[in-house]
């Protein structure tokens, strides 16, 4: 019995731990289709993070760059026919981890730098997304 209760105190303090890691934390969501955006949205807002967005389109992903510097992005690879290289570029740039959420999951994509990047596979859920956030807000030094 006590070893069930040493478990269950260490989940309390991982839990404890990852909100500390992410509350307060500035997140950018690419992603066009409005009711997928609005989900990202509220899993992101669960896990105590401030969402930047979510942005519909290359350009309006440039524009929120321009204005807040996000501590990490979701990032949707195909916005409407146009794919989020430009913004996956200027994340780097700018020392912005990010992570694609995407149908794509298992196909290799021609650009090197959406090839190598975290992915979430749509549909994807809470968990995957908790994952995903802390193991990017995790990885700014």
């Known amino acids: 019995m006590e070893g069930i209760h040493r478990a269950r105190l260490a989940k309390v303090s991982d839990l404890t731990q990852a909100d500390e890691l992410l509350a ?41 760059l321009r204005q807040a510097k996000p501590d990490a992005a979701l990032l949707d690879v195909n916005l409407q026919g146009q794919w989020v290289t430009p913004v996956a570029q200027e994340c780097q740039g700018r020392n912005i981890p990010f992570a694609l959420l995407t149908a794509y999951a298992r196909f290799r994509l021609d650009e090197p730098l959406l090839d190598n990047a975290a992915r979430v596979r749509k549909p994807f859920n809470q968990s995957e997304i908790t994952k995903v956030v802390t193991a990017l807000i995790g990885s700014v030094p």
């Open 24 to 64: 307060g934390r500035q997140i950018l969501i690419v992603e066009d289709e409005l009711i997928i955006a609005w989900e990202i949205q509220s899993m992101v807002e669960a896990l105590g993070c401030v969402v930047c967005g979510p942005v519909s389109c290359v350009e309006a992903a440039l524009a929120m």
